[in-house]
């Protein structure tokens, strides 16, 4: 049996053992569509372009629904509620830190009210502690429309005291110039311990009464003590020479022997011409006031005729003079 020259399968056909080309290495290369090569490449054929791109058609929207019927639920207490747009809420706001604050102020005016009911009942007791003369709270007692007015009156009251005691001073040292002008050094003196308490006591406690409580009585004495007063403002500030009043005469007349205790003078005749322009103005102002309270002298009677009778001391004095009225009548013949 012949071999082959190259060693290759004896029993293969001559044709096979000599074409290269069906090497299983070589066929699986051949041109074909899926393995392209410059053989099968053709530049003249026309081959149709890829579809354009198209986007999907949008879902169609769902029918609106019918508003629902069921009627709305309770909110819980803890869920938050909307109260409507930013006004209304503002407004809302405004209302509730405006309502915080009245009920503050009543929470204040409460607990002062405890705490003089306190006092009271500790004075009532016997209680060894110093309580006060008088007791005065602008922003707690008198009302807010009232305070600025009672304020006012207060520094009033303080300026006229400062007047009186540069008064003081002015006719000491025009007494130390004058030695005639004794009498006039002496006056200042009684002034300053005579106005100064009265003046509080008598016109300007029952200001403060009055605007507290909205008393007709104390308005009334308040009136005429501080019409008085005013007249005294004015003579004060006129300053007739001898009367213990620093005016401008008597600031004129001192001008000729010292100028210095002068301009001391004229100083304080300038205070109490301040003082009196200021006092009636504000005596104009509180009865202008007074009229917008809707007070009257049937009122004023009727609170004198309350506040006398409701005196312990007056009632006895009172049953006293009629049973001796009696005790009397019974013994004459």
Known sequence: MAQSRDGGNPF?????????????????????RQYATLDVYNPFETREPPPAYEAP????????????????????????????????????????????????????????????E????????GGTAIQPCFFQDISMEIPQEFQ????????????????????????????CVETNNGAGFGLSILWVLLFTPCSFVCWYRPMYKAFRSDSSFNFFVFFFIFFVQDV????????????????????????????????????????????????????????SLYRRTGASFQ???????????SNPAVRTAAANAAAGAAENAFRAP
């Open 57 to 116: 058609a949008p879902a169609p929207l769902p029918p609106p629904s019918a508003p629902s019927l069921q009627p709305s639920r309770k909110l819980s207490p803890t869920e938050p509620k909307n109260y409507g747009s930013y006004s209304t809420q503002a407004s809302a706001a405004a209302a509730t830190a405006e309502l915080l604050k009245k009920q503050e102020e009543l929470n204040r005016k409460a607990e002062e009210l405890d705490r003089r």
């Open 299 to 309: 009122k004023a009677q009727q609170e004198f005729a309350a506040g006398v009778f």
């Open 232 to 287: 005294l403002f004015v003579l004060q500030a006129i300053g007739i020479p001898g009367w213990g009043f620093s005016g401008w005469i008597s600031a004129l007349v001192v001008l000729k022997a010292n100028t210095a205790v002068a301009v001391l003078m004229l100083l304080v005749a300038l205070l109490f011409t301040g003082i009196a322009v200021l006092g009636i103005v504000m005596l104009k102002r509180i009865h």
């Open 148 to 175: 600025k007015t009672v304020s006012t009156m207060y520094y009033l009251w303080m300026c006229s005291t400062l007047a009186l005691l540069l008064n003081f001073l002015a006719c000491l040292a025009s007494f």
């Open 118 to 125: 306190r006092e009271l009942q500790h004075a009532a007791l």
């Open 12 to 32: 293969a056909e001559p044709s096979e053992l000599d074409n290269p080309f069906q090497d299983p290495a070589v066929i699986q290369h051949r041109p074909s």
